[in-house]
């Protein structure tokens, strides 16, 4: 009840000067955030060509989504970038950082060199990785090469091409290398002596320890991996010139609607993709958060 | 756990002085082959992080001929330091690096400031309703921008913002969830006492802002900075849908044009383009280690 009571004049004047200070995102949040979202929403019943105005379907644009072959190819695609890169990128960004926190010579030199790929722009590592990927005289296929194995046409051809997206993704993880350091840092040192006086071994102790210990930035790392993954776009749309080649391989979910709405300029239809998007990643969050939820140790907290 | 410890048993003292050498050296041999699984480990991989560097360094210094050559040649012969000119001929790189500073500068003042004053209404002022509000703003952290680009380019073609930086730089000006975040925490580990003291004397909260809270949040800002000024320099997606006069490219797009448009014999001067577009990234991260490294973690670790 206490929560109803009419504000003093006090509470009103300090009131109105937090209003004041955050007013910059009072307006950013309702005109780019609130309004999009709700007429996005709108769009997405509509029938909505660029030059035209909006004209209600109802949820035409949502079933011709699911018989429309390219737009469930993007689905496979996207679900298969996510489900693949971001565990390989979990596992081996907490492997490097594990091996980081072995009290190693020259650590800062090793992360930098982890580090420096994740904010290089991703135009020019999409550039570079294109050509390393060239089949016929890139340099993956030539180390590839040195060990006796025949490369694959990888970007050229329709099985390899997610493949290589997602061995390119692993070159970016150094900021969850960081990351991973520093909470590995934070993991109570008595902790783990503590196991060692039990005759743990080395196994036991990650197991038992340390991966506990640091579960919460794992799952923080694992759910912000999975929203990007599901908007992953910039490196396919260099890579592929905005195609998703070969033969719609690499067509993502981001790719498709952005050719749906700004190559074949139909933004209702355009508008459900995106919804169904937001859809795809908030059920997999909740559904993380679910699973997590025996899983996560939140220490004292 | 700590019930399942059990402590080493009364007999191990006794085996110790019987067993001591052999042991020692058996521990020593474990160490050494430890230690070189560990460095060939981070040497292994130390090199698949490199390699693509090496490779665009050696590309973008490539004569036309040497580019298709296999095996492929790590050292040109000779190094050919004007496909470096002939990104600036060929391609007007020097107009996409005034383009991308005329973004990103502007961005990064936006960001500072509307961020410090953001974060401290919502770190350092007591108003009703405070909390319960920052806790949308966290949810807007996770709402992705593909929902919203739609009405966002509608919003933006009425105001006759397309072809113009504005639609990349006044959002800036309002605030983004990440930064408010990152600094409401830092804003909230300075003591209090300070700002008590100045209401005491009677000043306003703008004046307790700008006066004392500001200059001791200079490192904090600085993270701000240096995470906008990568972002605006490394976004690909805003400068694509609002920028179709390729006057206006920034540097991001400009190359990926020049990859798409030019074949393969100009490869190696495009990958003289794409080196430099880094080359600033590189030097702010060398100059600025630390800071890059405490601001992820600290991200990271909060979250």
């Known amino acids: 009840m206490a929560r109803f009571r009419t504000i003093t004049r006090r509470e009103s004047k300090s009131l109105i000067t937090g209003l004041l200070f955050i007013l910059p995102w009072i307006i950013g949040f309702l005109a780019f955030r609130v309004y999009p979202f709700f007429a996005s929403l709108y769009y997405s019943f509509t029938f909505y060509p660029i030059l035209d105005t909006p004209k209600w379907v109802g949820f035409d644009n949502y079933r011709d989504l699911f018989s429309d072959q390219r737009f469930l190819t993007s689905l496979y695609n996207s679900t298969y970038y996510a489900i693949f890169a971001v565990p390989l990128g979990t596992v081996v960004g907490i492997a490097l950082a594990m091996l980081l926190n072995m009290k190693v010579r020259g650590l800062s030199t090793f992360r930098t060199i982890f580090f420096l790929p994740s904010i290089t722009p991703v135009v020019a590592s999409a550039i570079v990785w294109l050509w390393m990927f060239n089949p016929r005289n890139g340099i993956i296929n030539f180390v590839l090469d040195l060990v006796g194995i025949r490369g694959p046409g990888w970007l050229g051809s329709p099985e390899w091409a997610k493949p290589a997206l997602i061995l390119m993704s692993l070159w970016s993880l150094g900021g969850a290398v960081v990351i991973y350091l520093a909470s590995l840092q934070d993991v109570p040192r008595e902790m783990l002596e503590a196991t060692d006086l039990d005759g743990a071994n080395a196994a036991q102790k990650i197991w038992f320890v340390t991966l506990p210990m640091i579960s919460p930035v794992i799952l923080f790392n694992v759910i912000t991996g999975l929203i990007g993954a599901f908007q992953f776009f910039t490196e396919v749309h260099v890579m592929t010139g905005g195609t998703g080649k070969p033969a719609d391989s690499t067509l993502m979910m981001s790719i498709y609607l952005w050719q749906t709405a700004f190559q074949f300029f139909k933004f209702g239809y355009a508008s459900a993709q995106a919804w169904m998007l937001f859809l795809i990643i908030i059920a997999f969050t909740v559904v993380l958060f679910r699973i997590s939820g025996r899983l996560v140790y939140y220490g004292g907290k | ?303």
């Open chain 2, 1 to 303: 756990m700590a019930s399942k410890l059990s402590l080493p048993t009364e007999a191990v003292p006794v085996q110790r002085s019987s067993n001591q050498r052999s042991r020692s050296s058996r521990v020593r041999g474990w160490r050494i082959l430890g230690s070189v699984l560990k460095y060939g480990a981070l040497l292994l991989c130390s090199a698949f992080f490199i390699l693509p560097w090496v490779w665009m360094i050696s590309t973008s210094l490539k004569n036309p001929q040497e580019l298709s050559v296999y095996p492929p040649i790590w050292i040109p012969h000779p190094i050919r330091w004007d496909n470096y000119l002939q990104a600036f001929r060929g391609a007007d790189f020097a107009t996409y690096l005034t383009n991308t500073l005329l973004v990103t500068v502007p961005s990064v003042i936006g960001a500072v400031l509307s961020n410090a004053l953001v974060a401290y209404g919502f770190g350092r002022v007591r108003w009703p309703g405070r909390d319960w509000i920052f806790g949308i703003v966290l949810a807007t952290l996770i709402l992705p921008s593909f929902v919203t680009f739609i009405p966002l380019y509608l919003i933006f073609r009425q105001l006759n913002w397309i072809n113009t930086y504005l639609p990349l730089v006044i959002p800036t000006f309002l605030g983004s969830p990440f930064f408010i975040f990152l600094l409401r925490q830092f804003f909230m580990g300075l003591p209090e006492e300070l700002s008590d003291a100045a209401r005491v004397d009677g000043a306003s909260e703008f004046r307790i802002f700008t006066q004392i809270i500001l200059p001791l949040a200079r490192p904090a800002l600085a993270v701000v900075a240096l995470f906008q000024f990568i972002g605006s320099w490394n976004d690909y997606f805003g400068p694509l849908i609002y920028l179709s006069d390729k006057a206006l490219y920034t540097i991001s797009l400009g190359i990926a044009n020049m990859q798409s448009s030019y074949g393969f014999m100009n490869f190696a001067w495009i990958m003289a383009a794409t080196c430099m577009s880094v080359l600033p990234i590189v030097v702010l991260f060398f100059f600025a280690q630390r800071m890059f490294i405490e601001g992820i973690a600290l991200t990271g670790l909060k979250g």
